[in-house]
């Protein structure tokens, strides 16, 4: 079959007249502008007669946006030749603050590769404003797309401090840079307590006893992480609380050596530390604990550690 055209030379001309002139005058100058109903309600964008009654509008302007709110949208992965965006988008419902009504228009929400599946974020009430065109000519046109407003930040962040440990934590990195691990015995309760503090929490009274726990121990529960840490070996890698021989409050530092599901409750690990020559006054000269090969405790002996 013949393809068939339907062209106006040199293109169609109308006048647009003092409603619609106003708003496309309006946009070129990057404002919004919709125009009141008898009824009060502001039509955006404007019309020369109230489609609720087909009575006049009143002909007061009345400036909106530039924000407005999404009400609904159609995602288009694959667009075409002649849509105004060369990559996925949404055409979209959109009423500006202080309209009664909405336009339709592009709503760019990134960039995304062809067949792409609308983002997460992209849904009702999500917040946008609208993209102007570098040069404007009062044409619906000159807002090239819509955005979202920006409602999170990525901020690189660092903050460097010293740390004054306090006797007791300086007396417990000092025996760490020996290959010990110092606990205090509190001379009520008599637990040991490790790292040592100085004072035990559970009965507020200073500790000064003096106990070297042993570099194995037990987990009594962990985690498994997804998430990248310079400090382990891989990722999934599991932080867990480890019950130190000798010890009787747990430890947090990471375990490796076994595969992340493999890591249970009651296992038996022991301290895998680094090159002598690499230690210092802190406790990462154990890079992790790791298992010892020793069998499983029962759970009874764990269970008022969890």
């Given at each position: 079959m013949p393809n068939h055209v339907l062209e106006f030379p040199g293109g169609y001309t109308r006048s647009v007249g003092p409603v619609i002139?106003?708003?496309?005058?309006?946009?070129?100058?990057?404002?919004?502008?919709?125009?009141?109903?008898q009824a009060g309600k502001v039509l955006f964008p404007p019309l020369?007669?109230?489609?609720?009654?087909?009575?006049?509008?009143t002909?007061?302007?009345v400036e909106v946006g530039p924000s407005g709110t999404v009400e609904s949208f159609a995602w288009v992965p694959e667009p075409l030749p002649t849509h105004p965006l060369d990559r996925p988008f949404a055409w979209a419902l959109i009423r500006p603050?202080?309209?009664d009504t909405a336009i339709l228009h592009a709503l760019d929400v990134g960039e995304f590769e062809r067949g792409a599946k609308p983002p997460k974020r992209l849904k009702a009430g999500l917040r946008v404003r609208p993209e102007y065109?570098?040069?404007?000519?009062?044409?619906?046109t000159d807002i090239k797309a819509f955005r979202p407003e920006v409602g999170m930040i990525n901020a690189a962040n660092r903050l460097e401090y010293d740390l004054q440990p306090g006797k007791?934590?300086?007396?417990?990195?000092e025996a760490i840079a020996e290959g010990?691990?110092?606990?205090?015995?509190?001379?009520?309760?008599?637990?040991?307590?490790?790292?040592?503090a100085g004072f035990c929490a559970k009965d507020g009274v200073p500790t000064t006893e003096e106990v070297e726990v042993a570099a194995t121990g037990t987990v009594t529960t962990f985690a498994v992480n997804n998430l990248p840490d310079p400090r382990a070996p891989e990722v999934p890698f599991v932080s867990a609380y480890v019950l130190l021989d000798g010890a009787d409050i747990t430890l947090l530092t990471l375990v490796a050596g076994i595969p992340a599901d493999q890591v249970r409750m009651g296992m038996r690990v022991k301290a895998a530390w680094k090159p002598r020559e690499e230690w210092g006054p802190t406790l990462s000269n154990i890079r992790w604990?790791?298992?010892?090969?020793?069998?499983?405790?029962?759970?009874?002996?764990?269970?008022?550690?969890l």
């Open positions: 002139g106003r708003f496309l005058s309006e946009l070129r100058d990057g404002r919004l502008v919709g125009v009141r109903t020369e007669y109230d489609p609720a009654n087909g009575h006049e509008v002909g007061e302007f603050d202080g309209a065109q570098a040069e404007r000519k009062g044409d619906i007791a934590l300086d007396r417990f990195f010990r691990i110092l606990g205090h015995r509190c001379d009520v309760c008599g637990k040991v307590i490790v790292p040592m604990f790791e298992p010892s090969g020793e069998p499983d405790v029962p759970f009874e002996t764990i269970e008022e550690y």
